[in-house]
């Protein structure tokens, strides 16, 4: 069993930054995938991005890409998420997950997650 939390959100201008983070507790496999999803008031949860944990591959959404950096510290079995130049419509809940396996081309579908988080919210306005 894995549990998630996540930290770092908050309220930000926009063109600012903010660094999520996403600690795990419980055996986690260097072959696990970590996401980030993002869900708004109103909408569907959608993907922004996914690492496999030991670093072989990496997943951007289109909407995150030259913004969004996602990152992971093995040691401390914890993946981040580097938020740049925000946007007001990047305003949403956030959401790690973990999936016990790395499925390529497909990971930015919510159903090869196996393990949520709480979600944290990020507020980007003026």
């Known amino acids: 069993q894995v549990q998630l939390a996540e930290s770092g959100g908050g309220w930000v201008q926009p063109g600012g930054s903010l660094r999520l983070s996403c600690a795990a507790s419980g055996r986690t496999s260097s072959d696990y995938a970590w996401g980030w999803f993002r869900q708004d008031t109103g909408k569907e949860r959608e993907f922004v991005a996914a690492t496999r944990f030991n670093g072989a591959s990496t997943k951007i959404a289109d909407s995150a890409t030259g913004r969004f950096t996602i990152s992971r510290d093995r040691a401390k079995n914890m993946v981040f998420l580097q938020m740049n130049n925000l946007k007001p419509e990047d305003t949403a809940v956030y959401y790690c997950?973990?999936?016990?396996?790395?499925?390529?081309?497909?990971?930015?579908?919510?159903?090869?997650?196996?393990?949520w988080g709480q979600g944290i919210q990020v507020t980007v306005s003026s």
């Open positions: 997950a973990v999936g016990t396996r790395w499925v390529a081309s497909a990971m930015f579908l919510e159903r090869h997650y196996d393990y």
